[in-house]
C-alpha cells in the first residue's frame, strides 16, 4: 500500500474518531435549555420578597437566603445534571422562594 495511500486513511481515521468523540460528550453533557417565559412569569417579581433562592452549587441544588449571597444555608442531594431541563434551566437562573413552605414544597418537586 502506497504511503499516500496510507496517509489518507489514517487522516480520515482520525476525523472520524474526532467527530465520534464529540457526539459522545455531547451526549453526556447536558444541554442548558432556555427557560420558557411563561414558566418563569411565575417567579419573576418576587425576588424581592424572597426569603431564600435556589441555585446551582457544585453540582447540586442550593438553598442560599438571598439573591447575592456567595454561601449557601444548605446544599441538597439533588444533582443538577438529574433534573429535567426545564427544571435545571430554572435553578441556573435562581428560583426565588418566599417562604419556609414554598421552599420544602418545590425542594420535594425538584427531588422526586
Same mark, same amino acid.
Given at each position: 500500500m502506497g504511503l499516500k495511500l496510507r496517509a489518507a486513511l489514517l487522516s480520515c481515521l482520525a476525523?472520524?474518531?474526532?467527530?465520534?468523540? #464529540?457526539?459522545a460528550y455531547r451526549s453526556i453533557v447536558p444541554a442548558v435549555e432556555e427557560v420558557p417565559e411563561e414558566v418563569y412569569a411565575s417567579f419573576e417579581g418576587r425576588e424581592? =420578597?424572597?426569603? !431564600? !433562592?435556589? &441555585?446551582?452549587c457544585?453540582?447540586? *441544588?442550593? *438553598?442560599?437566603?438571598?439573591? &447575592?449571597?456567595?454561601?449557601? *444555608? =444548605? #446544599?441538597?442531594? @439533588?444533582? @443538577?445534571?438529574?433534573l429535567r431541563g426545564t427544571d435545571r434551566a430554572l435553578v441556573q437562573k435562581g428560583i426565588p422562594v418566599e417562604n419556609r413552605r414554598e421552599l420544602l414544597r418545590l425542594l420535594e418537586d425538584l427531588g422526586s
Open positions: 476525523a472520524t474518531a474526532a467527530y465520534t468523540g #464529540v457526539k424581592d =420578597s424572597a426569603e !431564600f !433562592f435556589l &441555585r446551582p457544585d453540582g447540586f *441544588v442550593a *438553598v442560599y437566603e438571598g439573591r &447575592r449571597e456567595k454561601t449557601p *444555608v =444548605s #446544599v441538597t442531594d @439533588i444533582e @443538577i445534571a438529574n
